[in-house]
């Protein structure tokens, strides 16, 4: 399981929790650019006030409510606790199991679609699903290349998670987790602990003649 740092819940909670979760949908649902504080405001049942009041600015209530928490410690016990054997299968229950708690979900997936238009959201996307989650596996775990193993193995489960969840690809969707996780681990087994093919050589482009002039 990866795991999520909670901690206490903050004074006014209530209306807090009704911002928060109006946002997180809103935000999944239109993506960044297409909520405002207003719609967030009449989503949860509250004075538009009160939105700027706990949160300030859209930019920080997005932050807020669309950045999980990542207990980098634990999930590093986590990543020493697996078994070479049984790798691919392990990490991408945790990863499917991940997404499918709580506000997770969704968080992922507005964070997804700010991330096409704001740098700052693809940088935060990176450092999470990269250097936190996937690159501790691949450089405890890899044999070699751990960037490289890391990265491709990041692409296949957003790929599987955004195709079920985002896109809404029948099969994916119709398909229990369990069965999701047996057929994406053979494939991140390899990624992680197989043999990657070689680096092309390309061969140098053969040089022209110089013509030979005619006497």
């Excluded at 928060?20 to 935000?27: D, M, P, Y």
């Excluded at 990863?95 to 991330?115: H, I, K, N």
């Amino acid at each position: 399981m990866i795991p999520v740092r909670r901690g206490p819940r903050p004074k006014g909670s209530n209306t807090r929790s009704d911002i928060q979760n109006a946002a997180v949908g809103l935000f999944a649902e239109n993506g960044y650019g297409k909520v405002s504080l207003r719609m967030v405001a009449r989503t949860a049942g509250v004075d538009p006030t009160l939105v700027s009041y706990y949160f300030g600015t859209k930019e920080n209530l997005f932050r807020e409510c669309l950045r999980p928490e990542f207990d980098d410690l634990a999930w590093s016990g986590v990543v020493d606790s697996m078994h070479p054997a049984t790798l691919g299968a392990e990490l991408t229950a945790a990863f499917v199991d991940w997404l499918g708690g709580g506000d997770t979900t969704p968080q992922m997936m507005g964070l997804l679609s700010a991330a096409v238009a704001c740098p700052e959201e693809r940088s935060f996307i990176n450092d999470l699903l990269l250097e936190r989650l996937l690159l501790p596996v691949a450089r405890r775990w890899s044999p070699d290349e751990p960037e490289l193993r890391a990265a491709l193995s990041v692409a296949v489960l957003i790929g599987v998670v955004t195709s079920e969840r985002t896109l809404h690809f029948g099969p994916l969707r119709e398909a229990p987790d369990e069965r999701l996780v047996a057929a994406c681990a053979p494939l991140l087994q390899l990624l992680l602990l197989g043999d990657l093919p070689p680096v092309p050589v390309v061969a140098d482009e053969p040089v022209a003649a110089e013509p030979v002039p005619r006497p």
